[in-house]
């Protein structure tokens, strides 16, 4: 059955000092599939590994179901946890076949031996792998390893399934095929599930819900979309995808919150950028941070532009071209979606989309306000 798993304020300092964990608390709910996201050192492993009862917390609370297996006093190891580990280097038994690596994983239930090798050839035919059951670890290829590590973990039938970057040693085109197995096995299993990965478009593909982790610390958690709409700060904004930063000062006196326009500070805008300011403070000096989804190409003169600018680069992606854009004072925007080839040197204007423009002050990276429609 799928459980609720909670976690409070858990910091985990290592001998020696590190500091990987630096209080995140959060719940997931039953049956839920939660990503944490976050670049190689901000403490995903260390976070799961304490989930797991693999590393002892420093301080903070764990709780599965109704079960509190870590906190001041408590530290259950991982067997008395109800959990199953998918990790990135597979982990199989290698002198046992894919079906008893995935029936070794039933013997804590007691079932008799035959019982247990015929719920392990099951899932293997729902990995795809029915036909492979009798081959070592050595015999399969990366995907298929995979695959068997996945069915391990699944055929356990446990309250939470923990998963450490399980796709990340598989080349491109299986990595995308596995995804699509992950998510649709997780979830006719119903398994509260938290996989993490440093990749955000799995993350965004994957997730229920969006966990980013930086240094230690959950720095927002809400769904792919609310993140990519509404993205907490500068660091959020950059790891989930930018076209452009572009240097900005408020211009004009505007009261917030009301509409203000923002002047680049080295060049001007053709049109201008109009955002409404969350601080009052009409003398902020930031970055626009701009997603790709919100900028379109458009006549350089027809009025609509907010930028213009000459075409640097023009690459071919099959489904259309993707345009850099050079715009004065050495900004640049990338990843312009074009129906046409578009020479270099071309000049182009840009339209920003309100709903993509996000303003973050320059001192403390957070976010003060958003692009509005004028
Ligand atoms: P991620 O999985 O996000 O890449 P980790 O949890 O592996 O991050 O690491 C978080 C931080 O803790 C890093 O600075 C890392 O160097 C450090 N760290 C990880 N494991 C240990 C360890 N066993 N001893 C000391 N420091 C560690
Ligand atoms: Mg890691």
């Known amino acids: 059955m799928a459980e609720r798993l909670v976690v409070e304020k858990v910091s985990k300092v290592y ?31 260390t976070l799961l590994r304490s989930l797991a009862g693999i590393e002892r917390l420093s301080s903070g609370r764990i709780v599965i179901g109704t079960t509190v297996v870590a906190d001041g006093k408590t530290h259950l ?44 050839m099951d899932i293997l035919e729902r990995v795809g792998l029915g036909h492979l059951g009798d081959r070592f670890p050595t015999q399969l290829s990366g995907g298929e390893q995979q695959r068997v590590a996945l069915a391990r973990a699944l055929v356990a039938d446990t309250g939470l399934l923990l998963c450490d970057e399980p796709l990340s040693n598989l080349d491109a085109d299986l990595r ?80 917030a919150p009301g509409h203000v326009q923002v002047g680049p500070v080295a060049f001007s805008s053709v049109r201008p950028i109009q955002v409404r300011l969350a601080t009052g403070d009409a003398k902020e000096h930031g970055s626009l ?50 129906e046409r080839r578009v020479p270099r040197g071309t000049v182009v204007g840009l339209e920003l989309e309100s709903g993509g423009c996000f303003l973050f002050s320059a001192d403390r990276a957070e976010r003060v306000g958003s692009a509005v429609d004028q």
């Open 289 to 338: 941070a701009i997603r790709p989804t919100a900028v379109r190409l458009c006549d350089p003169e027809g009025g609509s532009a907010h930028l213009v600018g000459h075409v640097a680069d023009t690459a071919f992606r099959g489904r259309h071209y993707e345009l850099v854009v050079d715009l004065p004072a050495g900004h640049r925007v990338s990843g312009v979606v074009s």
């Open 176 to 255: 995308e095929r596995m995804r699509v197995e992950i998510s649709s096995l997780v979830r006719e299993a119903g398994a509260t599930t938290i996989y993490i990965t440093h990749d955000q478009q799995e993350a965004f593909a994957l997730a229920d819900r969006v966990g980013l982790l930086h240094d230690g610390v959950l720095v927002q958690l809400a769904t792919p979309e609310e993140i990519y709409s509404s993205p907490a700060s500068l660091f959020v904004a950059r790891f989930t995808g930018l076209c452009a930063e572009l240097d900005v000062r408020v211009t004009g006196d505007g009261v």
């Open 15 to 45: 001998p020696g000092g590190n500091h990987a964990l630096r209080g995140p608390s959060f719940t997931v709910e039953p049956g839920t599939f939660m990503v944490l996201l976050g670049p190689s050192g901000s403490g995903k492993t």
């Open 77 to 120: 190891p991982p067997e008395r946890r109800d959990l199953a580990m998918v990790f990135q280097d597979y982990a199989l038994w290698p002198h046992l076949t894919a079906r008893d690596n995935v029936a070794f994983a039933l013997r804590r239930r007691r079932l008799a031996r035959h019982a247990a090798r015929g719920r392990a």
